[in-house]
Structures are given as structure tokens and as C-alpha cells.
């Protein structure tokens, strides 16, 4: 009995310790996967970026503003690896299969190349907005203005290069 509670203890303690471990990228190693040119809209500044650090959760995140002409391009990962429970909250609602349309916008979920998330348009602002999980980990938003094609956001994420990302 005392083996089986020691060895019980043990593979506890292993699980414990691989979580605790699971510490998310450091920004700066985010903002290496923001090209500071994508599809004609060229870069403005610097990135952006933060950590942060508590105990056993951590989290980062890294943003690129870019501009072409009246069009504005930003593009966000956030890495949730070290608090997988806010991933969670901020992809559960995707899972519905939910949409939305009226006048002024639409909203539903949405897949992309195996990628779920949420894609919303303001038709009136002409802001497209689309929001992907990215390998249970990664939350990669790319917001757009002054746009006609409510597609494009799609295709900015496909060159992002996602595939690199550990």
C-alpha cells in the first residue's frame, strides 16, 4: 500500500511538474513570426509586446500595426500555453457553429485551414476581424480596415508563416 500511495505521489508530482513548465514563448520571440511586410501593407514601428508571469500560469502576446494607403492591418498572437483555462474561454464559444447578420454586420464561427475561430465584418466601416486558435495554444487575430473583401483577412493569416511557431 505504501508503494502504490508513494508511486501515486510520484506520477502527481511528474504531471505537476511538466504543467508548471509549460511556460509561454517570451513577446520577443512572438514578434520574430510579425513580417514587417505582408501583402503590400508595410510595417509602422515597432512591435508590441508583453509577458506575463504568476506562479504556474504565464502568457504572452505580440502585436504589428501596418499601413497601405487609408488601410490599416494589425496582427496579434497571444501564446496561452502556460493558461490553457483562458484559451479555453476565449475558443469555447466558436464551437456552437454560431453566426449572426444584420444591417450593419455580420459575425460566425469559422475554420480556416484546420484552424477554428471567429470571423465579424462591420459593413458599414467596412472592419474585417478574424480570430484563430492556432495548436491549443496560440490566439492569432488580424483585423483589417477600409476593406471591401472579407476574405483578405484570410489570406493575410495563411502568409503568416503559422507553421513555424512552436
Known sequence: MKRTLLYLTLQLSIVFL???????????????????????YASEGDPMGNMFDMNDMSYSSAVREYAKGDSYLTVAIIDYIGA???YQASTMAWAGNM????????????????????????????E??????YKDRY?????????????IVKTIV????LSKLP
Not at 460566425?108 to 475561430?117: A, L
Not at 474585417?128 to 486558435?133: N, P, R
Not at 490566439?139 to 476574405?151: G, K, M, P, R
Request: negative net charge.
Open 18 to 40: 511538466a504543467q508548471s513548465q509549460n511556460k509561454a514563448l517570451h513577446y520577443k520571440e512572438l514578434q520574430k513570426h510579425l513580417p514587417t511586410e505582408i501583402m503590400g
Open 84 to 86: 490553457s483555462n483562458m
Open 99 to 126: 453566426s449572426y447578420e444584420d444591417d450593419e454586420q455580420k459575425a460566425s464561427s469559422i475554420t480556416v485551414d484546420g484552424m477554428p475561430g471567429w470571423f465579424s465584418y462591420n459593413k458599414i466601416d467596412k
Open 128 to 133: 474585417a476581424q478574424l480570430i484563430l486558435g
Open 139 to 151: 490566439l492569432i487575430t488580424v483585423s483589417l480596415t477600409d476593406t471591401d473583401d472579407e476574405d
Open 158 to 161: 495563411q502568409k503568416l508563416g
